[in-house]
C-alpha cells in the first residue's frame, strides 16, 4: 500500500463542529493517528491531528504539509476513548477530539512547532557577564547596592528572590546589565495558585490507615491494572482523600499515571491542596480557573512526562498520560461532571470506559452517590468499598426537623423558626459558630401555600413565579406576568397563600436582628464576585473573626470549620420543587454536604432542617444520615417512571425565534420519532423547554425515555437544527 490518506481533525479557530478533511499522506512522512501535523485549509496552512489513517485515495487530495511534534499527541487509549464518546453521545469523531486537546492548542501550534510550556508567567533573570568578573577583580568603583548585587550574581544568584536574600535587588541588577556587566533575561515561572499551595508539611502521608480505609486500600490496589470500577462510600471526614492519596502513591509507583477529577475546584481548594502537598512537581492541574496558556502549559507538562498526576475539571480524563494507572473521580454525585455543549458527555461514564480501555483501576467517591451508581454497586457492575464512620471519633451532627407550617400557624412570620432562633442565640452566647444555609440569592420570593405547601407556578414553564414587591408575580424563564396572586390555595382552598421571601439578603438581616452582638457575613455569588472573596470569608470563620455566615451552595462544600456547632437549613424545599427527575437525589445530597459542616469539631454539633414538607422521604433521610433509606425510597421511585437507573433518557432540544417554527419543527420530529419508536423507546412530548425561552428564542424538547433510547437515533435522522443530549443530568435545559 503506497499511497494512504490520512483523516485529520483540523484546528483552524473553526467555530462550530469541529470537522475533518481527507489528506494524502506523502512518502516520506511515517504518519500515526494522534500526530500533530500542518495542513493546507484553503488558503491557510493550519494545525490538525490524524485521527486515522486509511488506504487508497478515491479522489485527488492535497497532501499533509509536516508533521509538528515528533510524537502522537493523542496515544491510543485516547483515540480509542474519543471514538466511543462519538458514538455514545452522537457526536463527530472530531467534536471529540477536540475536547481532548487544550483550547490554545491551535494557536500554540501556528508554527511549525509545537510550542513548549513556556510559562504565562516570567520573571526577570540575570547572569554575570565576563565584563562584570573582570570589574570586580579590577576595583572598579560600584555604589554598595550593585556591589551586593554583582557579587551575588558572581556567586551564582539569578532571580530576584535569590538576590534579595544577600540585600540586592532587582533595579541594581538592570543597572548592571545596562554598563554591560550583566546580562538580564527572562524565564517562565510556573506559579501554583496560593490557594493549593498548602505550607504546612503532610503530617498524614506516614499515619496509619484505619481498618475501613486499609480495606479500600488493598482492594483497589488489587485492581490496579484490571480496568476495575469501585464506588467508595463513605460520609464526609470518613478519610476518602486519604484512600485517594494512597493508592495514587501506589499507581505512581509502578509507573503509571494518575487522573483526579474534582468538581468545581475553586470551592473546594483544600483537596487540590493536599495533592500537591504530598506529590508536589509531579502535579498538573488542568482546570477552568487557569486561562488557556496555563491550561496549555499543565498540558504540555503532562505530555512531555514532567507531571503523572493530573487534578482537574472534566477535562482533566483527556491529560496526555503515556499509561493511566487510576482514576478517581471526587464527589461522583456532581452535575457539573456533565458537560452542557458538545460532546454532552459524562464524565463518570467517561472514566469509567477510560478504565475499560487502558486497564485503570476507576474509583468514584461519595458520601451521597447518584442512586445511578449506587444501583450499579449493588447490582455488581462496580465493587462497593465502605468507610461509614468518620475517622476521629466525631458523630454526624442530631438533625431536628421544623414543619414550617406548624410555625406559620403559630404567628411566626420570619424567615427563622423559633427553634433556630433558639439555637442561633444559644450558639453565639456560647462562643461557638453557625452556618445558616439557604438556596437563593437576592430577594427572590415565592408564592406559597402555608398549610399544603403549594406553590404558584407559570403555568408555561412550570416554575415557581417569583413575587416583586409591587405584588406582581414574575417568572423570570419566560417573563410571563400576573397583575397578583391567588385569593385561595387552588390545591386545598386555603386563604393562608402568601409570598415568602427565601434570599440571603433577607436572613441575613433577621440574623442580625436576632443576634446583634455576632459577626455575621454573607456568602453567595453576589457577594463573592470579587476574586478570593470566598476564601478570605473562610479565612474569617477560621480565625473565629465571624461568628455567623449566610449562604447558599457556595458554603455545602469543602469548608472545615471546626468551631461550627450550628447548620440552620432556612428552607429545604427550594430544590425539591423543581419538575425534574433528580430533584429528591440534588436535594439529599445538598441537605447532607451543608449538615456535614457541624459538628466537625470537640464541641460536637447539631442541625437544624426547616421545611414545609416534613414527610419528603429526601428530608426524612436526610435529617437521619441515612443514605440506605433514601437510596430505597428513590431508586422505588425512578423504577415506577423508567428513570435511570431503569431507563435511559435522551433529550432533543432545538429553538427558533418563532414559536409556530419551533411547533412546526418539533411536532414533525416526534411524529416521525413515533413511528419509527420500538420497544425500544417511548417518546414523550414535544413539549415547552423549562426554559421556555431564552434570549428571544423559543424552545422546546423532546425526551426519549426508555432501555436503549439511542438505537431509536439510529433509525431516525435528527437535523442540525437539534441538539442531542444522550444521558442528560437534568431535564430541565
Ligand atoms: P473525606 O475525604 O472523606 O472527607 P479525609 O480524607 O479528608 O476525609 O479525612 C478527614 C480528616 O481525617 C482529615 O483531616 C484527614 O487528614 C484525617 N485522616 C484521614 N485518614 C486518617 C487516618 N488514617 N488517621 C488519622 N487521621 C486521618
Ligand atoms: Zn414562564
Ligand atoms: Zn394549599
Redesign the pocket.
Known sequence: MTARTAEVAVFAGLRGPARTFSYLVPDELDLLPGHLVRVGLGQRAVAGVVISLDGVPARELRPVDSLVHPLPLLRAHQLALAAWIAERYRCGLADAVRAMLPPALASRARGSKLGAARGERSEPVFTIAPAGRAALDGGTRFGARQLITLRALAGGASAARELAEVGGTLDAARALARRGLAVEGRRAVRRIPAEFALTEDDR?RD????GA?AEAIAAIIAALGTGRGFLLH??????????YMRVAAEALARGTGVVVLVPEIVLTPQ?VARFVARFGERVALLHSALSAGERFDEWRRVLDGAADIVIGSRSALFAPLERVGLVIVDEEQEPSYKQESDPRYHAVDVALELGRISGAAVVL?S?TPRVVTYHAARSASLAILD?PT???DLHLPPTTTVDLRLELRSGNRSTLSTALRTALVETVRRGEQAILFLNRRGFATIVLCRDCGYVVKCPACDIPYTFHADGTLVCHRCGRRQARGPERCPACGSPRIRQLGVGTQRVEEEVRATVPTARVIRLDRDAVRAKGAHAVAYQKMRSGEAQVMVGTQMLAKGL?LPGVTLVGVVNADTILNLPDFTAAERTFDLLTQVLGRSGRGPAGGRGILQTYLPDHYAIRAAAAHDYAAFAESELAARERFGYPPFGRLVVLATQARRLETVVRRSDELAGWLREAAAADAEVLGPAPAFAAKRAGNHRAQIILRGVHPDRLLDRVRISDEWTVDVDPVTLLG
Request: zero cysteines; glycine letters at 12%; aromatic letters at 0%.
Open positions: 498524614m499515619v496509619p490507615a484505619t480505609q463513605g460520609v464526609t471526614a470518613s478519610g476518602k482523600t486519604e484512600v483537596v467517591g458520601a468507610l468518620r475517622v476521629s472545615d
